[in-house]
């Protein structure tokens, strides 16, 4: 080979090393998406080839190396034996050939993270993530709360088994509405499956239904008389396993078998990113043995993607929460997988700088997992493409900005329409306009379409009808059932008004006193003088002052005008909840029982006159805290001020 050029693939397997690594770290640890899998798979190749070419190989080259190190508190423990990655293929001959006249099995990748699970004597001992492929962490108080896990077996021997723990789409949806914050990290259910398993408290993994379907089972006894895969998997779902659903092939129904499951993908409520082919006979595989990188009695299928060249008409600047602001790409509908599509997201401004998009370039789109639009490639490349410099919401001035070596786009206004997605949620919540089924995720939505400005808003969706029906996630009967919720909701209280404003630090018992005070006159309600205020019992100088500023802004009174010709107040009945804690300041600490969490227990609290306060004082009447025999700081304090500690069964028979 000529010196200068083995030179040249030398320094590109390098670059190639860093770039692959980079993009690894940065989606498995940080949960950020430099690149789409695609470009990932196109780079991971030409590294491959180039090792093969030149027997050059990095001792950090992904090619060699499962996976990074694991960054979590959670105890760590090394495999018995190194759990190595399979080999790849994105075609269908190649997987032919390797099943040859053998009888195999066919099943799910699954998605998600891979779990190893030790039984002994009939139950669950051990629970270990697969981790770098040599340690992983431990994690068995996590997996006794998976959805579908038994923790006790009829088999009394030893044990052992892999899976994969995922989270179903729909339960991805139904998190990303019902737990906002986690919207925020999790960009997909892989992700949110990874950081769940991983949680230090297994109740926040019992919430969100992470689920586990077992693919190998690594130790058998012989006794068992088990000689094939097929008879492994029927073993386990006796034992009450939820297995990977799986189909014997062979040479003669291989094509059928494949049609099912490329059929079958779409159709699935769980994540997965191709198939494995593993030999059925379990002598035979034993006897193949395993490469230094791979085991040779199994290969893994990834989708070849199906792409579509088309034109890039526009890319739309999508604003969040957070302040940061992610570009989308609109092109020419295409058909992908059985689906039309227009739109893909880019992510961020280094994805879109890296792939040089401007307006009328030809592109090549494709669908992640055949479900997720993504840019494959830019055919032009014009590169013509900026980021806005002004908010696509409130019109603020933009910044790029560089966050851990990738270039993002950000709105530094504190007042931009965006970044008070939580007052929308706020105003939609059951305390306050109680409009059912609009979550967070939709808000943003909405808000990035400009069919939400303020908070009247909600009551003129019916304007947006093909708008709405056409987003993505949505449809005619998700925009009937936010029309009834939204009809539904224009019969409300001044308590649900005042509340849903968002009035600083007016919590729900807070709004209920003073509406009560006034009579449910939103007049009086809106213009209550700080001398006012400050008569109410319940309502200290801070409050009061602060209550009043509110109101004197212009901009709220816009609102709340505006507001009040889209909804009746009515007059409620009388309530007779008694005001029992009024007066009382109480302290919440450690995990709750009794309620579903501690906003619902603080809730509880308000809506009978007390207060909850975030650290223990002197002003503070009862510590709320199920472990009272713990040493916790709030203890000790409580215990030194000579503040009375109860549980929950205590606090209920107050």
Not at 82 to 88: A, G, V
Request: net charge negative; charged share 30%; hydrophobic share 35%.
């Amino acid at each position: 080979m000529d010196n200068n050029a083995n030179i040249n693939d030398r320094a590109r397997i390098e670059e190639l090393v860093k770039v692959l690594n980079r993009a690894r770290m940065t989606y498995e640890q940080k949960d950020i998406e430099i690149m789409s899998n695609f470009e990932y798979d196109k780079l991971y190749d030409e590294l491959k080839a180039l090792e093969e070419k030149t027997g050059y190989v990095m001792s950090q080259s992904p090619t060699i190396n499962v996976g990074y190190e694991v960054v979590s508190e959670l105890p760590k423990e090394r495999h018995a034996s190194p759990m190595l990655s399979l080999d790849k293929t994105k075609e269908t001959e190649t997987l032919k050939n390797f099943l040859g006249d053998k009888e195999g099995l066919l099943s799910w990748k699954m998605d998600g993270l891979t779990n190893v699970l030790t039984y002994r004597d009939g139950e669950l001992v051990k629970a270990v993530t697969r981790g770098n492929g040599e340690i992983g962490e431990i994690i068995t108080n996590n997996a006794k709360v998976y959805k579908n896990l038994p923790l006790k077996i009829p088999y009394k021997g030893e044990l052992v088994i892999r899976g994969e723990a995922i989270i179903t789409y729909s339960e991805f949806e139904r998190i990303n509405s019902e737990l906002p914050e986690t919207e925020a990290k999790y960009k997909n259910p892989r992700n949110l499956c990874s950081g769940s398993v991983r949680q230090l408290n297994n109740k926040i993994t019992a919430q969100r239904n992470v689920e586990l379907y077992v693919f190998g089972l690594i130790n058998t006894n012989p006794a068992m008389g088990f000689k094939t895969r097929h008879e492994g998997f029927d073993w386990l779902g006796s034992m009450g396993f939820t297995c990977v659903e799986e189909r014997l092939v062979n040479k003669d129904n291989f094509d059928e078998v494949f049609s099912y499951f490329k059929k079958q993908v779409s159709e699935n409520d769980f994540p997965s990113d191709g198939l494995v082919l593993s030999y059925d006979d379990l002598e035979y595989s034993a006897s193949l043995g395993r490469t230094a990188k791979f085991p040779r009695d199994s290969i893994a299928f990834k989708w070849q993607d199906e792409t579509a060249e088309t034109t890039l008409l526009d890319i739309e600047w999508s604003a969040s929460r957070t302040g940061l602001i992610n570009p989308v790409a609109v092109f020419e509908p295409v058909e992908l997988e059985g689906t039309n599509v227009s739109r893909a997201s880019i992510h961020n401004v280094s994805i879109m700088e890296g792939l040089k998009l401007g307006i009328g370039d030809r592109i090549e789109v494709f669908k992640a997992n055949m479900i997720i639009p993504q840019i494959a490639r830019n055919l032009t490349e014009s590169g013509t493409a900026k980021p806005p410099k002004t908010c696509p919401v409130c019109g603020s001035e933009t910044e790029v900005r560089d966050e851990e070596g990738i270039r993002v786009l950000l709105c530094n206004n504190p007042d931009c329409v965006a970044k008070k997605i939580k007052g929308f949620s706020l105003f939609v919540s059951r305390d306050a306009m109680n409009i059912e089924g609009i979550s967070e995720n939709t808000i943003e939505k909405w808000i990035n379409e400009g069919i939400l400005k303020t908070t009247p808003d909600f009551f003129r969706i019916g304007r947006f009808r093909e708008s709405i029906v056409n987003m993505e996630g949505f449809g005619e009967k998700s925009f009937d059932n936010f029309i009834k919720a939204v009809e539904k909701a224009r019969k409300t209280t001044a308590v649900k008004v005042l509340y849903g404003m968002g009035v600083p630090n007016i919590g729900l018992a807070t709004a209920k006193l003073i509406c009560k005070h006034f009579g449910n006159d939103m007049e009086k309600i809106r213009n209550a003088s700080y001398e006012e205020l400050v008569e109410i019992e319940g309502i200290g100088d801070v409050i009061a002052k602060e209550y009043a500023l509110f109101f004197k802004k212009p901009e709220v009174n816009r609102v709340l005008d505006d507001l009040l010709t889209e909804v009746e107040i009515e007059n409620p009945a009388q309530n007779n909840t008694d005001l029992k804690f009024e007066g009382l300041t109480f302290v919440v600490t450690g995990s709750v029982e009794k309620f579903k969490n501690r906003n619902e227990l603080k809730a509880y609290i308000e809506e009978r006159g007390g207060k909850v306060a975030g650290s223990v004082s002197s002003k503070t009447s009862y510590l709320i805290n199920n472990d009272i025999t713990s040493d916790s700081s709030k203890n000790k304090e409580a215990r030194k001020l000579n503040i009375r500690i109860i549980n929950e069964d205590e606090f209920l028979a107050l």
